[in-house]
């Protein structure tokens, strides 16, 4: 049996609760039918349109009402993990019934470390939450020391945040601890909450956004993983994407994902991210290996039938 971490992209699941639902519901059995297979999972999952969904409602009701609180990055990100979590449990539960399997789903708020002084506090890029007129924008920047934010491309002004990279899972000892007992385990929604150690070893959220990818594959290091999955939109990663000669990759070992990338084969804001992801883990632990593939495919990958085995 290998131990299996499944990362799910946000924007698969859907721009509303009830697409949400609908497609948890029809990518079920892609996930059961791992576990069909003897292996264990634990799933994470994206939240880019669900946070930000959930920033800009606060944000707005905020602004016409004093009774409305503006909500905080961290509290965000926790309450898009509650959500999901919730229909993926819904969701997985429904298809564990139907086949009859023992198993039961539970999600974790998971707190991931970061460390304060990575750079990318430094340097803020990720764009959250609501557009702003240039009037609104320097009201908020007066308000709230410490909010940057950015004119984006003629539409307005909007917050923009740091993304740095994944120290440790906090919940890892009871993540483990489910999975003893039979659970499949969501966790890390959204890349985790961000937070840092303060003096005393107490955590404090940031506002910030982790990579839902390096944060799946520290989970999955963290939980002594076999495999990590990373899930998305296309069935392989491909050199010249796009192009007449676009090339399809059955596997990918370390160095040559390493020279691809120094070539530039894969999108900043797309497969670049996953790649990096997938090297780290590998390189993590020794048999280690990753796969990049669609959902509707990751049984057929653990065969060798679909998608990229990046490996060292």
């Known amino acids: ?22 497609r948890i519901v029809a990518s079920a059995p892609a996930l059961v039918g ?35 609180p503006r909500m905080d990055l961290p509290e965000c990100t926790a309450m898009s993990q509650g959500y999901i979590g919730y229909h993926l449990q819904q969701g997985i539960k429904k298809e ?23 750079p990318a506090f430094a340097e803020p890029t990720k764009p959250i939450g609501s557009f702003y007129d240039e009037q609104a924008a320097e009201v908020l920047r007066r308000d709230e020391p410490g909010v940057v934010m950015v004119e984006d491309s003629g539409r307005g002004w909007r917050r923009v945040v740091a993304s740095p990279r994944p120290v440790d899972i906090v919940e890892r000892d009871s993540i ?25 070893g107490d955590y404090r959220g940031v506002p910030a956004v982790i990579d839902k990818d390096f944060a799946s594959a520290k989970l999955a290091e963290a939980v002594g993983a076999d495999y990590l ?17 676009q090339a399809d990759l059955d596997e990918l070992s370390v160095d040559m994902a390493l020279k691809y990338i120094d070539d530039h084969h894969f999108g900043t804001g797309s497969m670049l991210p996953k790649v990096q992801a997938a090297i780290e883990f590998v390189r993590s632990g020794r048999g280690r290996r990753a796969v990049i593939c669609s959902l509707e495919k990751a049984s057929l990958a653990m065969s060798g039938g679909a998608g990229t085995l990046i490996h060292e």
Not at 231 to 239: F, H, M, P, R, S
């Open 1 to 22: 049996m290998s131990r299996i971490v499944i990362a799910l992209g946000g924007n698969a699941l859907g721009d509303n609760p009830r697409e949400q639902r609908e």
């Open 96 to 118: 564990l019934r139907r086949l009859g399997m023992p198993w039961h789903v539970a999600t974790v708020v998971t707190q991931v470390e970061v460390d304060p002084e990575d």
């Open 176 to 200: 483990l601890n489910l999975l003893d007992h039979e659970f499949i385990v969501i966790a890390c929604g959204g890349g985790g909450v961000p937070v840092v150690r303060d003096a005393d």
């Open 229 to 245: 999955f990373i899930l998305t939109a296309v069935d392989k990663v491909a050199t010249n994407w796009g192009q007449p000669d």
């Open 34 to 68: 791992l576990i069909s297979q003897g292996h264990e999972i634990i799933v994470s999952h994206g939240n880019g349109p669900q946070v930000g969904a959930i920033n800009m409602a606060f944000d707005l009701a905020s602004q016409h009402s004093n009774r409305a």
